[in-house]
T-cell receptor, first 118, second 112 residues
Framework: ETGVTQTPRHLVMGMTNKKSLKCEQHLGHNAMYWYKQSAKKPLELMFVYSLEERVENNSVPSRFSPECPNSSHLFLHLHTLQPEDSALYLC?????????????????FGPGTRLTVL | GDSVTQMEGPVTLSEEAFLTINCTYTATGYPSLFWYVQYPGEGLQLLLKATKADDKGSNKGFEATYRKETTSFHLEKGSVQVSDSAVYFCALLDTGRRALTFGSGTRLQVQP
C-alpha cells in the first residue's frame, strides 16, 4: 500500500461514544498532521507531530486526543463529541527538512474520515 | 497572520474552455505555495507547487506562477475536461511553520 491511508472512511457515533481514527503513512516521512474540514470553514489544522513529538496544537478541545506511537502512525481519539464536530478529518504527512538538508515540506493527504456525530 | 483568498465558486465552464482560478495571499515570511484538488468523496491531492518567486508549477495541464509583486498564485488550464470537475484549494506554507494555510476552496464544474 502506498501513500497515506485512513480508517475508517466513514464513522457515525453518538455523543457518549469513544472512537479512534487511524492514519498510516507509507512515504517514510517524519511529520504527520490532523486537519479538520467542515462545511462552513476553511480547512484548519488540529495537530502536528514532528519526529513523534507534538509540536503544534491549534487550540483543539480536549475531547480530541492525538497519539503518534511512531513516525508511520497517527491516531485521533474521540470522546464525548458534539454534533458540530461532524466533519471530514484529514491526515497528512511530510518530510520536514532536517539539519544537513533533505525534505521539501510538501504535505500529502489521506482520503479522510467522514465523521457524523448524532 | 497568514491568509489565502480565493475567488468564490462555483465556476461553471464548458469542456475545452480556458480556466483561471484566482488566488492571492498574505504572509510574513517567504512562503511556498500550493494548489490542491479534491474530487468528490476524496481527500486532497497535491496538484502543483512553487517554492520561490517566479517559479512556475505545472501538472496535468494546470499551471500557476508565483508572483511576489502581486502576492498571487493563480491557477490556469488551457482546455478543461469534465474530469477536472472538483474543488481546488490554494494554500501556503510560511517560513518556519508546519501548518498549511488554506483558502476556502473553489468548486469547478465542467459541462460536456
Amino acid at each position: 500500500e502506498t501513500g497515506v491511508t485512513q480508517t475508517p472512511r466513514h464513522l457515525v457515533m453518538g455523543m457518549t461514544n469513544k472512537k479512534s481514527l487511524k492514519c498510516e503513512q507509507h512515504l517514510g516521512h517524519n511529520a504527520m498532521y490532523w486537519y479538520k474540514q467542515s462545511a462552513k470553514k476553511p480547512l484548519e489544522l488540529m495537530f502536528v507531530y514532528s519526529l513523534e513529538e507534538r509540536v503544534e496544537n491549534n487550540s483543539v478541545p480536549s475531547r480530541f486526543s492525538p497519539e503518534c506511537p511512531n513516525s508511520s502512525h497517527l491516531f485521533l481519539h474521540l470522546h464525548t463529541l458534539q454534533p458540530e464536530d461532524s466533519a471530514l478529518y484529514l491526515c497528512a504527512s511530510s518530510q520536514v527538512p532536517l539539519a544537513g538538508g533533505g525534505g521539501t515540506d510538501t504535505q500529502y493527504f489521506g482520503p479522510g474520515t467522514r465523521l457524523t456525530v448524532l | 497572520g497568514d491568509s489565502v483568498t480565493q475567488m468564490e465558486g462555483p465556476v461553471t465552464l464548458s469542456e475545452e474552455a480556458f480556466l483561471t482560478i484566482n488566488c492571492t495571499y498574505t504572509a510574513t515570511g517567504y512562503p511556498s505555495l500550493f494548489w490542491y484538488v479534491q474530487y468528490p468523496g476524496e481527500g486532497l491531492q497535491l496538484l502543483l507547487k512553487a517554492t520561490k518567486a517566479d517559479d512556475k508549477g505545472s501538472n496535468k495541464g494546470f499551471e500557476a506562477t508565483y508572483r511576489k509583486e502581486t502576492t498571487s498564485f493563480h491557477l490556469e488550464k488551457g482546455s478543461v475536461q469534465v474530469s477536472d470537475s472538483a474543488v481546488y484549494f490554494c494554500a501556503l506554507l510560511d517560513t518556519g511553520r508546519r501548518a498549511l494555510t488554506f483558502g476556502s476552496g473553489t468548486r469547478l464544474q465542467v459541462q460536456p
